[in-house]
């Protein structure tokens, strides 16, 4: 990937004058001229390319990245190669410049309640059914903060919030405020926790782990459709690692809970079929 990258990049477009025509052969940029660019000793991009490097800093994949023009789902792929996990940051540094606008049109054609959130709570897209569930349809500015610190949240909307809500919303701030120490939402949003008689405890007291909805039911008084429960399903999409995309069913109170889906017993019998069978 890099390698090719480096091909389609002209060294006299970034400043750089190409050697001697009777040496180096591919075009692109050169091993020698990506450790100029970077300002590294000599070989150390080649050991790079070559998988040899010892763990190379954060720092140095991503000004790697930047100079190769990488897109976002390159770097995740990119820093996976290296360090065997999620880049630690995004590689534009802006959420909203990441999200792809074709998720965005994705997220208008869900019938279900669908929006798309970046990791400090900030909403980036939403569909009508998302917008029928806040009062008046005024879809927040920030979910976490329309979650713990709104008086229709609190106490008409979010039902329980006490036990259902504010126990799931605190850690999850939590968590991304210990990832994203300098993001001026997540500082607004612990400080906040911390003075909220309400949720000061949680904050400080919440056990460590918990940071994510994906899969949980909790009660919710639909403004329009009456007391019920919402399912949540939580996904990253993964052109915008970074973002979060919601899609919560919702079921009225006199509704039965769906049952299990006969088409996920038949694709877990068929893998079980699958793993059993002798290989050649």
Not at 117 to 145: E, H, I, K, M, Q
Not at 157 to 162: A, G, P, R, T, Y
Not at 181 to 192: G, M, Q, S
Not at 241 to 256: K, Q
Request: with cysteine; net charge neutral.
């Amino acid at each position: 990937m890099l390698s090719e990258r480096r091909d389609l990049i002209n060294p006299e477009g970034l400043g750089l004058t190409r050697g001697d025509p009777r040496g180096r052969k591919s075009p692109g940029l050169s091993q020698s001229q990506m450790d100029q660019l970077t300002n590294r000793s000599p070989g150390t991009y080649g050991k790079l390319e070559r998988g040899v490097l010892d763990n190379p800093s954060a720092e140095y994949l991503h000004s790697i990245a930047i100079t190769l023009g990488l897109t976002e789902q390159e770097w995740c792929a990119f820093y996976g190669y290296a360090h065997g996990k999620q880049p630690p940051f995004l590689l534009s540094g802006d959420s909203q410049a990441s999200i792809s606008p074709f998720w965005m049109r994705v997220v208008e054609k869900f019938t279900s309640i669908a929006y798309v959130c970046d990791y400090a709570g900030n909403v980036l897209a939403y569909n009508d059914s998302a917008a029928r569930v806040f009062p008046n349809r005024r879809v927040p500015v920030n979910t976490l903060w329309w979650i713990l610190f709104n008086d229709d949240a609190r106490n008409k909307v979010l039902m329980d919030w006490e036990n259902s809500w504010a126990p799931v919303a605190v850690p999850q701030v939590r968590a991304a405020a210990a990832q994203h120490r300098d993001n001026p939402t997540l500082l607004r949003l612990k400080e906040r926790c911390l003075a909220d008689p309400r949720t000061r405890d949680l904050y400080k007291g919440v056990p460590v782990g918990y940071s994510h909805p994906d899969g949980d039911e909790r009660p919710l008084f639909h403004p329009e459709l009456g007391p019920g429960w919402i399912t949540m399903c939580v996904s990253a999409p993964l052109s915008s690692p970074e973002m979060r995309l919601f899609l919560l069913m919702f079921r009225r109170r006199d509704e039965p809970r769906p049952k299990r889906s006969l088409l996920r017993l038949e694709i877990n019998q068929n893998l079980a079929a699958f793993h059993d069978e002798p290989k050649d």
